[in-house]
């Protein structure tokens, strides 16, 4: 059981380009999040989704895209990259809308230059 | 004024000490969770708590919803649980669909 996998672990981007963070669970939950950490600040939610095809926006959403095609798959889409995009990103899933426990991946380190 | 506050945000102990690392809220909440992070590893879900006390091993949470306020004991420490501690909350009401509220963290290191 993998849990919540999040690829890749590290990525350096030049300012402008684009890329896909990926994030996969396999347990069958319904919710997924994504949420970016900086220095000496709290985790920020960026996007959510509630189940397949539904999203939507958190606290910091510019900047970012997300799809849910499917249950296990939460991409998140960085569009022309800027550097106040480094950041560590975690995706994180749980299962329903009660008191669940929430399982995280172990993190993407984007570096933007 | 951050709806999650932590403190101390920074803390070193001797391998064996007895640690607290403290959380206070303001907002209503439908449950607090305590989570790990090791230095560049990933979250690791210690506790969800919404009323009491949990045990799990060496680790203790604690809650008093009337005073918004939970504590993470941690006895007999030892050098791997050095690590950063983070308190969230969930407030589970209106559209929220349950997103959580971090504090900034507390920095745990265990000397031997």
């Known amino acids: 059981n993998a849990g919540v996998t999040q690829t890749p672990k590290f990525r350096i981007l030049k300012i402008g380009q684009s890329m896909t963070l990926q994030c996969a669970q396999d347990?069958?939950?319904?919710?997924m999040y994504w949420y970016r950490q900086d220095p000496g600040m709290g985790l920020k939610l960026i996007y959510y989704s509630v189940g397949a095809g539904i999203t939507d926006k958190g606290e910091v959403p510019n900047g970012y895209n997300v799809s849910r095609s499917t249950t296990e798959d939460f991409p998140l889409r960085l569009e022309l990259a800027a550097p106040s995009q480094t950041s560590v990103y975690f995706c994180a899933s749980r299962h329903g809308r009660g008191n669940y426990g929430y399982t995280f991946g172990s993190g993407t380190r984007l570096t933007v230059v | 004024k951050n709806e999650v506050e932590q403190s101390p945000q920074n803390l070193t102990a001797q391998e064996g000490e007895f640690i607290t690392i403290n959380c206070s809220y303001s907002v209503g909440i439908s449950a607090l969770h305590w989570l790990q992070q090791h230095p560049g590893g990933g979250i690791v879900s210690l506790f969800m708590?919404?009323?009491g006390k949990k045990k799990h091993g060496r680790l203790i949470a604690t809650i008093n919803i009337q005073e918004k306020h939970s504590s993470l004991h941690i006895t007999a420490s030892h050098p791997r649980d050095s690590a950063v501690y983070i308190c969230?909350?969930?407030?589970?009401?209106?559209?929220?669909?349950?997103?959580?509220?971090f504090g900034k963290g507390t920095k745990l290191s265990v000397k031997p």
């Open positions: 347990m069958n939950h319904n919710y």
């Open positions: 708590l919404s009323s």
């Open positions: 969230a909350v969930r407030s589970g009401y209106g559209g929220s669909q349950g997103n959580l509220i």
